[in-house]
């Protein structure tokens, strides 16, 4: 039986056995679970090993690149910005970046990047995973393409274009990066171990993550808008363990941190913009999660999704504990939950990757366990 390591009020020990039982099935090999309740720590653990041959242990302070869970780090930041009057999700994404009018863009606005529906989930020119370090090629590709469907008109999971493209408006209205922004006002102040550009004096911490036994690639059918989006570039797993990809600024796909510093982080959300007495937005700068912008079959991952802004909202596809509760998840199972109604946070990340995009059991079953505990 692996050891979990970390601690637990006697409440949340379920978590602890839940965790447990997820690596005794086998399939795990080193991850973390975080559970916030009014922004304390009522679970913080880990366990299982930085490597799939299991010579080093996963450590208090491991951390991993957690893919699309890093969304929500790229979503807060424009949600602190439009809190403080800098940023309108309703107006378009142009009068920030002019050049993004190009081709039929100028009626697009921000909540449209924010909630996957601009249009502009891939990138029509052809381009190397490479590009993903040049920041100034891949946001002027995007600002000079038309989008592939009328924007506002359903999803389509703008899997690492989201992260550009927002990132770039809040480049444009804080004349900053999204990784310095998130760096300077939302990790530093909450003192959370979480970056969106991970500088070399933390790389001898990070577990590279295990790819899964199918890329991206081989989920998708040839030719589809699915294929357009996830095969330009062409990407395997191995590529975060790059030290380019870990250095660059890759806001929706990129971040690299473990799920007590994205508890950190994101049980901000879950308590009204302050946890800790450091407050990073209003209560109600936190409700504009909840404005949804659209319902139905993504166009790229092929399922049920609801979308409001910069998170996904509960579905019967997606069911959520309530009305309140937003979301999102990594590539291969890392996942993020906020609660406002019950003031509760849960995260989860891991290096060994599921098949598919969507997330597997694992993380559902530290959800339930969190859940059972508090409502025991």
Not at 357 to 365: E, F, K, S, Y
Request: some cysteine; hydrophobic content about 40%.
């Amino acid at each position: 039986m692996t050891e979990i390591h970390g601690t637990t009020t006697a409440k949340f020990e379920a978590v602890r056995a839940a965790m447990a039982a997820n690596f005794d099935d086998g399939f795990e090999v080193g991850a973390s679970v975080a559970v916030t309740v009014d922004g304390e720590m009522v679970a913080d653990l880990w366990g299982g090993h930085k490597d799939m041959a299991r010579t080093q242990a996963w450590e208090s302070d491991t951390i991993t690149n957690v893919w699309s869970s890093t969304k929500t780090m790229t979503a807060l930041c424009a949600l602190i910005l439009a809190d403080r009057g800098e940023l309108d999700f309703h107006t378009p994404v142009a009068h920030y970046w002019p050049e993004f009018a190009a081709n039929g863009k100028e009626t697009i606005e921000v909540r449209h990047l924010m909630s996957h529906t601009s249009g502009l989930s891939g990138w029509e020119t052809p381009i190397e995973a490479n590009d993903l370090y040049d920041w100034e090629k891949v946001t002027s590709l995007l600002a000079a393409q038309a989008p592939w469907w009328e924007p506002g008109k359903g999803s389509g999971y703008h899997a690492i274009t989201q992260g550009y493209l927002v990132g770039e408006v809040i480049r444009r209205v804080a004349s900053q990066s999204v990784g310095t922004f998130f760096a300077k006002e939302v990790a530093g102040p909450l003192e959370a171990d979480f970056h969106i550009g991970l500088v070399a004096e933390h790389h001898h911490r990070v577990a590279n993550v295990i790819p899964p036994s199918t890329g991206l690639d081989g989920l998708v059918e040839p030719g589809s808008l699915a294929a357009r989006t996830l095969g330009n570039p062409k990407m395997a797993a191995e590529r975060s363990w790059e030290t380019a990809w870990r250095e660059a600024e890759i806001p929706a796909a990129g971040g690299h941190g473990n799920a007590r510093s994205a508890a950190k982080v994101q049980s901000v959300m879950a308590c009204g913009g302050e946890v800790g007495g450091v407050r990073l937005l209003s209560a109600k700068g936190c409700e504009a999660v909840f404005e949804e912008q659209c319902n139905g079959i993504d166009q790229v991952l092929g399922i049920e999704l609801r979308h409001g802004i910069g998170y996904g909202l509960s579905s019967p596809s997606t069911p959520m504990p309530n009305e309140r509760t937003h979301y999102w998840g990594g590539w291969g199972g890392s996942l993020v939950v906020v609660d406002q109604e019950n003031r509760v946070c849960v995260t989860y990340m891991m290096n060994r990757m599921g098949d598919g995009t969507v997330g597997d059991t694992r993380a559902a079953n530290l959800v339930a366990a969190a859940y059972g505990s508090l409502l025991s």
